[in-house]
């Protein structure tokens, strides 16, 4: 098992790293400052100007669309990948320089993988030349969406035609005015088919009318304006009767395919998170004195700093374990790694982000460090692609039936 990075992408990994530190990572506040002037939901041209000249030279680096492990891709395998992740993890901005942003990430590989070559010419391409950026609805806000049998937006032939009712929620990445096409789970099929052949992925251009974004959702009072998780309601949306991907009753099949590399990306950046705040620990309890002494020195600081050195190790070795299985090819093996590092990489990272904040005191909290972001989206990402309850519960099947036949 061979979890290590290929000697020959070193290199790369150095320039996406230099590149994170030493241009991205400085442009973040003037970025995020243009948020409050004007509007919020519009990319102010000072905000262009930043982005896509970070993307150009990303392109002109050949550091771009690293995510497509697949033909046609940077060459990286999911384990190689994750290393490159991982270094994106330390900055929010850097995905997107790359182009290796969620939501946009897990889009393109359902459309490299599923769609059309309508599809592929009208969505893909723009996608992967950063031109566009695109939405996955599947959440809605009067079920249990972690059980994904529940989604219930009503999509129903209507001659050429298929017509949407209904409303979805945390739509990340819909308040952006990039945002062109939305790629939404729907429910197709009655009581009479098996429940996991009831519903479709459906391909929606987020102009169609009859589409209402009615809110941005905030995340712990925050609404991440121009991103945003927006709360939409479909009324009578028409799309043609081609925008279904893969076929009718094959949502869970997409969903799958499209969500387990997509984990395994957050989970990297987590791990990229986690290492750049115990770098602020470290950094401010060695700078920092309080009664005579450094704070490295006072109270159990030491075993903190230690544990969270551990910690981090181990759930970066689970990433990778998760990562080289899903090279094997195999993603119902997969799997149950997957399920478990959707658990402990974000739960790792908030210990460690928390215990920075405790470091830094009362500044932990505030704009002038990252640390508050850092732990809001930590928080946030043990909810997001499914809380930590349903993850645990699929780790507890595997394992189980491994000692018995019955049904768990």
Not at 141 to 162: E, F, L, Q, Y
Not at 182 to 189: A, D, H, L, S, W
Not at 196 to 202: F, K, V
Request: charged share 25%.
């Amino acid at each position: 098992m061979e979890l290590g990075l290929r000697p020959e992408l070193q290199g790369r990994l150095e320039q996406v790293a230099t590149m994170v530190r030493d241009e991205i990572a400085p442009c973040e506040a003037e970025f995020h400052a243009e948020v409050a002037r004007g509007d919020r939901w519009a990319l102010s041209q000072r905000q262009s100007e930043i982005l896509e000249g970070l993307k150009a030279r990303a392109r002109a680096e050949g550091l771009w669309n690293l995510w497509l492990t697949e033909d046609g891709g940077a060459g990286l395998r999911t384990v190689d990948y994750a290393y490159f992740a991982e270094v994106m993890g330390r900055s929010p901005l850097a995905p997107e320089v790359f182009n290796c942003n969620a939501p946009d990430t897990g889009n393109m590989e359902v459309f490299h993988r599923y769609g059309s070559p309508e599809m592929q010419a009208r969505w893909l391409k723009p996608l992967m030349e950063g031109e566009i950026r695109s939405a996955y609805l599947m959440t809605e806000p009067g079920v249990a969406s972690s059980d994904a049998t529940n989604i219930s937006m009503s999509c129903v032939r209507d001659g050429d035609a298929w017509v949407l009712d209904g409303e979805k929620w945390w739509a990340t990445g819909a308040g952006d005015p990039r945002c062109a096409v939305y790629i939404v789970m729907v429910r197709t099929g009655g009581e009479d088919v098996p429940k996991h052949q009831r519903h479709s992925m459906i391909v929606v251009p987020a102009d169609s009318p009859g589409i209402e974004v009615l809110r941005a959702m905030q995340v712990y009072g925050h609404d991440d304006a121009p991103h945003g998780h927006m709360h939409i309601r479909f009324s009578g949306v028409r799309v043609p009767a081609e925008s279904i991907l893969l076929g009718e009753g094959r949502g869970f099949e997409i969903a799958q395919g499209r969500l387990g590399p997509g984990r395994i990306h957050h989970c990297m950046r987590a791990i990229g998170m986690a290492e750049a705040a115990l770098e602020m620990m470290c950094r401010r309890s060695l700078s920092r004195e309080a009664f005579g002494k450094p704070l490295a020195q006072l109270g159990a600081n030491y075993d903190i700093i230690a544990e969270a050195r551990m910690e981090i190790e181990q759930a970066r070795l689970l990433c990778l374990k998760a990562a080289w299985m899903m090279d094997q090819g195999d993603p119902r093996a997969a799997a149950p790694w997957i399920h478990q590092i959707k658990v402990v990489a974000p739960r790792v990272a908030l210990r460690v982000v928390d215990e920075a904040v405790q470091m830094f005191g009362a500044q932990g909290i505030s704009q002038d460090v990252p640390l508050a972001e850092m732990w809001t989206h930590l928080r946030t990402l043990r909810l997001a692609d499914g809380p930590d309850a349903v993850h645990r519960r699929q780790v507890a099947r595997a394992e189980l039936r491994r000692h018995t036949q019955e049904k768990v």
